[in-house]
Nanobody
């Protein structure tokens, strides 16, 4: 089985910063891409940022210039550095990994973490 473990969420004031972390573990052959999605109450889950094995990044327009996604491939870990946080960034943030599991020959698949709450409020 593949597991994604998230951490770093919490309560922060507008303009503040947080760094989210997600580590993938389990029966993994290789990871193609990892990323972050978020879901606010009453809203659908939306893409925040992704990064591929080749280092290509993708960001939602709403967070460009404020968030940065990075990775540590040796640790199967992805980070999301969030700065200049706004109340509208409040949501549950979910880690996602698109990967090739073991045994060799198994199809690629996507896996989700359980989510970490980010609340931006005074």
């Amino acid at each position: 089985q593949v597991q994604l473990a998230e951490s770093g969420g919490g309560l922060v004031q507008p303009g503040g910063s947080l760094r989210l972390s997600c580590t993938a573990s389990g029966s993994i052959f290789s990871i193609d891409a990892m990323g972050w999605y978020r879901q606010a109450p009453g809203k659908q889950r939306e893409l925040v940022a992704t990064i591929t094995s080749g280092g290509v990044t993708r960001y939602a327009d709403s967070i460009k210039g404020r968030f940065t996604i990075s990775r540590d491939n040796a640790k199967n870990t992805v980070y999301l550095q969030m700065s200049s946080l706004k109340p509208e960034d409040t949501a549950v943030y979910y880690c996602n990994a698109h990967l090739r599991p073991l045994p060799l020959g198994a199809p690629t698949n996507s896996y989700w973490g359980q989510g970490t709450q980010v609340t931006v409020s005074s």
